[in-house]
RNA sequence: GGAGAAAUACCCAAGUGGCUCAAGGGGCUCCCCUGCUAAGGGAGUAGACUGGAUAAAACUGGUGCGAGGGUUCAAAUCCCUCUUUCUCCGCCA
């Protein structure tokens, strides 16, 4: 969240920098939340002041065996008073806070500005996409032929956007997921294996919440939520906690299954793995310094295009503009990868820069020369495993149907070829 | 799931309604003493978050004893709810 206080202070400023985010936004609700909210901050803060000298002084007259029997009777009216403020100020703080929360990020300067997807700006690309003398499959073909992606049988045990893979599919899977944290591990990121739900605080902290639980699995038992992506678990490790200068940037990763609820898009990538209720992700999560916030990014995005290298998997960056970003976003990369069966190259690491925006949330700081600082936190996946799965089988897949091992992973899939 | 105990500052810990706007240790920081080290002596160690005031400060208010409510003129202290930890029982990969 943004500063209340600075939000009230630059409300213009902000309004015109928010414009060029999609959807509005209601700025000026929280700044007249704000100052009603002063107004009765300041009053009630005169009566306990009040109230708290003339409790002393009847102590003391108690003390002295004297009769405080008028003081008292004043202070049970000022009590009152102060109960009916107070009471006023308990309706109001969770109105103020609810609507802090509901204002995105503002995105960085750097941000390209634009109203959709079709203003983002393509920074480099890497590798050739696929080209063969056969005609090339989409994934969930080359899957259900080698049998080791069964649609049909998760719809069966669980229902729709759900699948089971079998034999060297399974093995593929767990096999990328770990090329990947031991890769992120050798650049120094410390691995992380989080709980897989969270509580709604933790939601809370990473701005799932209020404005997107629709999008999310809850609990049913205990009110928790699945993890839509480690960098909830992982993020809020730090919530609340002042963390030692010294030992930034802090730089984690952490496999996850990630469970999305996929609202909205009914009818939207039906078929593969591309868009199901759970996927296996790997993320990386940064707590920086401000200053080297901007740097940490670049680096961190680097270090997810890395997996794609070694994988050989043909990709580009994308600077998404000030109507694509993430709504805590200031800043965001999109890495995406080359798939044939889409014939366009599709989002796989999704690596943003939220500035102090989740930290304030979060309350997480650092002390810096100045006293206390809060941090910035970033993170991106790195990557998604399910979609590296897909580009793999279409990337390497051969003319009889069979599927080449990229070089990277035969050492996990201890076979060269899945036939 | 059941029964009991606990949670106070960096750590340990005293404190059952008003001279506690939290005692006392330890540790840490600075200073004194000393050729150096040890020992000894002194000072500091509740910050954090919010307000007011100011050109900015100095100054000043509120809240803070696991969290949130309540009782009271007044709560670390009494009551309720929750969280976490420990002990025992039950269940369990």
Redesign the pocket.
């Known amino acids: 969240m943004l500063?209340?206080?600075f939000i009230a202070e630059n409300a213009d400023e902000i309004k015109a920098k928010l414009a060029n985010r999609s959807g509005s936004y209601d700025v000026d609700k929280v700044c007249q939340l704000y100052s009603k909210r002063?107004e009765l901050?300041?009053q009630?803060?005169?009566r306990?002041?009040m109230?708290?000298?003339?409790?002393?002084q009847?102590?003391?007259i108690?003390?002295n065996k004297g009769d405080?029997t008028e003081?008292?009777a004043q202070?049970?009216a000022?009590?009152e008073e102060i109960?009916q403020i107070d009471a006023q100020l308990?309706e109001i703080e969770p109105m103020l806070k609810e609507a802090v929360l509901s204002i995105p990020n503002i995105p960085h300067e750097s941000t390209p500005i634009g109203k959709d997807e079709s203003c983002n700006v393509e920074i480099r690309r890497y590798g050739e996409p696929r080209k063969a003398d056969f005609e090339l499959k989409p994934h969930w073909e080359i899957g259900a032929n080698l049998k080791i992606l069964d649609a049909p049988t998760a719809a069966k045990i669980t229902g729709t956007r759900f699948t089971v893979y079998r034999g060297l599919g399974a093995r593929l899977e767990r096999a990328i997921l770990n090329f990947m944290l031991d890769t992120h591990a050798q650049n120094g990121y410390t691995e992380i294996m989080p709980p897989f739900m969270v509580n709604r605080d933790s939601m809370y902290g990473t701005g799932q919440l209020p404005k997107f639980e629709e999008d999310a699995f809850c609990v049913k038992n205990n009110g928790y939520f699945l993890v839509p992506t480690a960098e909830v678990p992982v993020t809020n490790m730090h919530r609340s906690e002042v963390l030692d200068a010294a030992s930034l940037p802090l730089k984690y990763c952490a496999y996850t299954a990630c469970f999305r609820a996929e609202a909205g898009s009914a009818g939207r990538d039906t078929r593969g793995l591309i868009r199901q209720h759970q996927f296996n992700k790997v993320e990386l999560v940064k707590f920086t310094r401000p200053e080297e916030s901007l740097n940490e990014l670049e680096k961190l995005t680097m270090d997810a295009e890395l997996i794609l290298q070694k994988l050989g998997l043909a990709y580009r960056v994308v600077s998404l503009c000030t109507g694509d970003i993430g709504f805590s976003s200031g800043k965001t990369y999109d890495i995406e990868v080359w798939m044939p069966s889409y014939n366009r190259y599709v989002e796989i690491s999704s690596c943003s820069d939220f500035f102090d925006y989740q930290a304030r949330r979060m309350n997480i700081?650092f002390k810096g020369e100045q006293?206390?600082e809060f941090v910035h936190t970033l993170n991106g996946s790195g990557l998604a495993v399910g979609r590296t799965t897909a580009a793999i089988l279409e990337t390497y897949q051969n003319a009889d149907g069979s599927v080449t091992v990229p070089e990277a992973l035969i050492p996990y899939m201890r076979t060269e070829v899945i036939r």
């Open positions: 500063d209340v206080r002063k901050l300041v009630t803060e005169q306990k002041a109230r708290n000298k003339v409790s002393d009847i102590a003391v108690k003390r405080a003081l008292i202070m049970k000022l009590g109960k308990a700081k006293g206390l």
